[in-house]
């Protein structure tokens, strides 16, 4: 592989067990492109697009992922904790179960129509972040800043509002009743 990447279309790029290291990509498409069980270090992704990709079981350190939109991808069991640098990343019609976010900063985030099973957002700044139409299934919502969030038409989270910052966040029927489980209250 070179060294850098600029505006290219990369199209069913295959990576598996690879080790991808020290290499930028800037303003690049990858379409349907696999990237299983590989090593991603001191990379820089900054304004790319990934469309149909599967992204499994990465293990990524000291690199940047800049101003990236996932779409229709299989970004699954990533430690995003790892990665470095993480900010304005997208992700829309995806699976990013069993991803890690603990402790980012991802304001203005879009998590929009995906599937979000066990992911973990403990102490994440989603402030003002697009979160509407996910399925949260057991993911772990622990002092989360979700201020001015949108969570219309998402479902199977629980947030409890005390230890969570829910301030102005937005959410839907019939799911917003889970913000009540904690009160073990019977509601008809």
């Given at each position: 592989?070179?060294?850098?990447?600029?505006?290219?279309?990369?199209?069913?790029?295959n990576?598996?067990?690879?080790?991808v290291?020290?290499?930028?990509?800037?303003?690049?498409?990858?379409?349907?492109?696999?990237?299983?069980?590989?090593?991603?270090?001191?990379?820089?992704?900054?304004?790319?697009?990934?469309?149909?990709?599967?992204?499994?079981?990465?293990?990524?350190?000291?690199?940047?992922?800049?101003?990236?939109?996932?779409?229709?991808?299989?970004?699954?069991?990533?430690?995003?904790?790892?990665?470095?640098?993480?900010?304005?990343?997208?992700?829309?019609?995806?699976?990013?179960?069993?991803?890690?976010?603990r402790?980012?900063?991802?304001?203005?985030?879009?998590?929009?129509?995906?599937?979000?099973?066990?992911?973990?957002?403990?102490?994440?700044?989603?402030?003002?972040?697009n979160?509407?139409?996910?399925?949260?299934?057991?993911?772990?919502?622990?002092?989360?800043n979700?201020s001015?969030?949108?969570l219309?038409?998402?479902?199977?989270?629980?947030i409890?509002?005390?230890?969570?910052n829910?301030?102005?966040a937005?959410?839907?029927?019939?799911?917003?009743?889970?913000?009540?489980?904690?009160?073990?209250?019977?509601?008809?």
């Amino acid at each position: 592989m070179k060294s850098d990447y600029y505006r290219e279309k990369l199209k069913k790029l295959n990576l598996t067990n690879q080790e991808v290291k020290e290499i930028e990509f800037e303003d690049c498409e990858f379409d349907e492109c696999r990237f299983v069980d590989c090593k991603i270090e001191k990379c820089k992704f900054i304004s790319c697009k990934f469309k149909g990709c599967v992204i499994s079981a990465i293990n990524v350190t000291n690199s940047s992922f800049v101003d990236v939109q996932f779409d229709s991808c299989k970004v699954i069991g990533i430690d995003w904790t790892k990665a470095g640098r993480v900010q304005k990343i997208d992700f829309r019609s995806c699976q990013i179960n069993y991803s890690n976010f603990r402790f980012l900063k991802l304001q203005r985030t879009s998590v929009t129509s995906c599937e979000a099973k066990e992911v973990d957002f403990t102490e994440t700044d989603l402030s003002e972040c697009n979160l509407t139409n996910s399925d949260f299934e057991r993911s772990i919502f622990s002092h989360t800043n979700l201020s001015k969030a949108n969570l219309k038409g998402a479902r199977n989270y629980y947030i409890d509002a005390r230890e969570n910052n829910v301030k102005k966040a937005q959410f839907s029927l019939p799911d917003a009743l889970n913000l009540l489980n904690i009160f073990d209250v019977i509601i008809e």
